[in-house]
Every structure is written in C-alpha cells, then in structure tokens.
C-alpha cells in the first residue's frame, strides 16, 4: 500500500532538487510527513501512516528551465543588495537543506552541531549557503556559496564590504591566514582562523595583526595562486616585523583533519611530519 498521491505530491512539488521537509498530513497535526525530492523523483513516508509515496522525476520543460535560471538570478540579487545584515529567509534546520548544501559542508567536517553553533544557514531564493561574518554588534558580512558544481559565481556577497572587516573565528597564541570562510571557520574550531578573503591581505588586517602582535601562520590553499598569494603576504607582514611562518598543506585547510589543523597551527609541527 502507498500513500493517495494527493494527500502528500502538492506539497513535495514545492520542494528543490535534493530539498527535503517535515510537515502536516491529512491524517493528523504533528509534522508526522516526511517528504523530499531527488534524483529519481519524489518520496514521502507518513510516520503515523507507516505508509511510503512515490513519484518518478518529471521532465524540465524549456519553460520551467528558463523560469528556474530566472529564480536564480533573482535570488542573487537579493544577496547583493543586503546591507549590514543577513538576507531573508534563512533555514536553520539542516533536515530542510538541500542534500547538496550539507553535503558540502560534511565534507569539510562540520557536523550539524557545528553548522548552528557557527550560525550558517541555507537561503532558499538564491539556492545557496550563507557563511555570516560576525561582529560586535551581530553579523556585519557574509558570503553565499554555490554548492553546485560549475554555478558561477560560486561566491557571492554584499556589494559594499565593511572597510574595517576582519573575519576571525578562534583563539590562539598565533593567528592563522586562510584564503576563505569555512576554511576559517574550521581552524577556528582548533585554533585561530582569519579569513583573508582572496590571496592579498586589507590594511585592515595588516593593523589588526600588528595590534595583535603575535605569530602569523600563512595557510592559503596549496594551489598556484595560493602559494603566490602566501609569498606576497609572507614577505609584506615579514616587513613590518612580525613573525611568519608559510603554512603548506596538501589541501585546503577546511578539508584537514582537526587534530592535523590543531597539530600544524596550534602546535606548531612541521606539516610534513603530521
């Protein structure tokens, strides 16, 4: 036996591609409703019912593809306008998330108690992932990543950037430079992660690290660009006098281990010993 196709398929049509939600059945109040949507079409299982639903994928017409593209496009838009605050709506609960959004932060290591504690969240217009900036007063940046494969651009974010941002995640005797949030966010978790941002640092955060004036640690991404980026910054905050050390990983910090990250940044080991 199967679920009446009209007592659960309106509602799963709603959803996005990898999007799953608890709600309402006609059997009852409670959210006892599991549905979602993937690949291979929609599901549904009624847990008061103890009955399953199933719909095969439909196919995209011209129509709802243009249509879809134009969502998207909208929905950025709205991400670029935000100023001095998150944008609206935002999806807290994991379980709502496309598949894809958590899948991309599971495979930094993040497990859904880390997600809320570091306040990310999903933002349905634009289909991506927000990463907020914290400041003294709430958060005072952010960036929404793309977490599918070939959408560009894969970041995005306020048209006006705070001139004094300095995103820092952690503490630590020495601060860590990462090339992006996550990749922040996750040596914040064992240490002290600043995100630069790109491959150049702000005067912003030039001052911030003098005022700090503790040990640096350069750990951009192993790539080209990365290391080319790190031998700039290394010799520009060698020349004000502080005390660099170029990190280099086999990959991208957010993708390290913890205990690897907490080794290397915190404890100082050499990266090719861990």
């Known amino acids: 036996m199967h679920l009446e196709r009209a007592s659960w ?33 929609y599901h549904a299982w009624c847990f008061r019912c103890c009955l399953p639903g199933f719909v095969g994928p439909q196919a995209e017409s011209l129509e709802d593809k243009l249509a879809r593209i134009n969502r998207m ?43 809320g504690r570091l306040g990310i969240f999903y933002h349905p217009p634009s289909d991506r992932v927000v990463l907020p900036v914290p400041g003294r007063q ?37 601060a860590t430079l990462c090339e992006d949030i996550l990749s922040a ?9 600043w995100a630069v941002l790109g491959t150049s640092v702000s005067d912003a955060m030039v001052a911030a690290l003098l005022k700090r004036g ?17 031998a700039k910054i290394c010799k520009q905050l060698r020349a004000y006098g502080l005390n660099v050390r170029d990190v280099v990983m086999p990959r991208d910090p957010k993708l390290m281990p913890l205990d690897y990250l907490r080794r290397v940044l915190v404890e100082g080991e050499d990266p090719t010993d861990v």
């Not at 944008?87 to 899948?103: H, I, M, N, Q, T």
Request: glycine content about 14%.
């Open 138 to 174: 709430g958060s005072v940046f952010f960036q929404a990543r793309a977490y599918q494969t070939g959408r560009f651009p894969k970041y995005l974010g306020p048209d006006q950037r705070p001139r004094d941002l300095v995103p820092v995640w952690g503490r630590a005797r020495s």
């Open 73 to 115: 496009l909208v929905g950025d838009g709205t991400v670029r306008g935000v100023v001095g605050d998150l944008p609206l709506p935002r999806v807290y609960e994991v379980s709502e998330w496309p598949d894809g959004a958590a899948v991309w932060l599971y495979k930094a290591g993040l497990g859904r108690n880390d997600i």
């Open 214 to 230: 503790t040990p640096v640690n350069v750990a951009l991404d192993p790539d080209p660009a990365g290391r080319k980026g790190a």
């Open 185 to 193: 966010m996750k040596v914040g978790m064992v240490g002290e992660g």
């Open 9 to 41: 398929f309106p509602q799963a049509e709603r959803l996005r591609d990898g999007q799953r939600r608890r709600v309402d059945h006609d059997c009852g109040s409670g959210r006892t409703l599991l549905i979602r949507r993937d690949h291979d079409g």
